[in-house]
């Protein structure tokens, strides 16, 4: 019975606006770390934006956690709403992680398989930043919404490809004679890959909630 009133009351809009705040974070982070992975000057300036993007971001998932404590009606099971923040959160922090590794290592210059997977992470976050306005309506969205998880999945299986291209590239160019620059490289390959998984389980997250509420 509970239930039945829940549905006729009014639903707390302000998660999804917060939601889309921090995609729009995750697409700007994106695009400062592909802008890292073109190398040469600009790549501490790059990173500034990322590691800023990321710390605002933190901001708005601790929004989103204080609202559903506040919260007595709200857009979708509280678990829902957590393990979607969460999720994203997730994806930027990796990028934060993908940065810092980069000035760890001093890096300078980035294989053409490392810029693919820059450009994957971008498509990654625009298709996620897409899908999150069309959570406030599931119901009339479902179709485009589990298009668009696709989508991610897709593009997040391309990344693995990728990521597997550059380590046998890595293998059979510099690394073959220079230990370090396997090290470097494949740490390098390993933080990108991992943005993709982050975007992946945004996409199950969303999938799942879809199939929930539709």
């Not at 009014?10 to 939601?19: A, I, S, V, Y």
């Not at 934060?96 to 590794?101: G, I």
């Amino acid at each position: 019975m509970f239930g039945f009133f829940k549905k006729l009351m009014p639903k707390e809009e302000r998660f999804f606006d917060m939601f889309e705040r921090h995609a729009a974070l995750s697409v700007a982070g994106a695009r400062a770390l592909r802008a890292v992975l073109d190398g040469g000057d600009a790549i501490a300036a790059n990173s500034a934006i990322v590691m800023k993007h990321e710390d605002d971001a933190d901001h708005v998932t601790q929004d989103v956690m204080n609202a559903i404590h506040r919260s007595f009606i709200t857009p979708f099971d509280r678990t829902d709403i957590k393990d979607l923040i969460t999720a994203m959160d997730d994806a930027l922090d990796q990028m934060n992680k993908t940065v810092k590794a980069i000035a760890l290592f001093d890096v300078r210059s980035f294989d053409p398989e490392m810029r693919a997977m820059g450009d994957q992470i971008v498509s990654l976050a625009e298709r996620t930043a897409e899908a999150l306005p069309l959570m406030r309506n599931i119901g009339g969205n479902s179709a485009r919404l589990h298009e668009l998880t696709g989508e991610i999945v897709r593009v997040e299986g391309e990344n693995d490809h990728t990521y597997d291209a550059g380590l046998k590239a890595l293998l059979a160019g510099p690394a073959k004679s220079d230990a370090m620059a396997w090290i470097v490289g494949s740490e390098i390959y390993a933080h990108l890959e991992k943005v993709g998984d982050r975007f992946e389980q945004v996409a199950n997250t969303m999938s799942g909630i879809v199939i929930d509420h539709a």
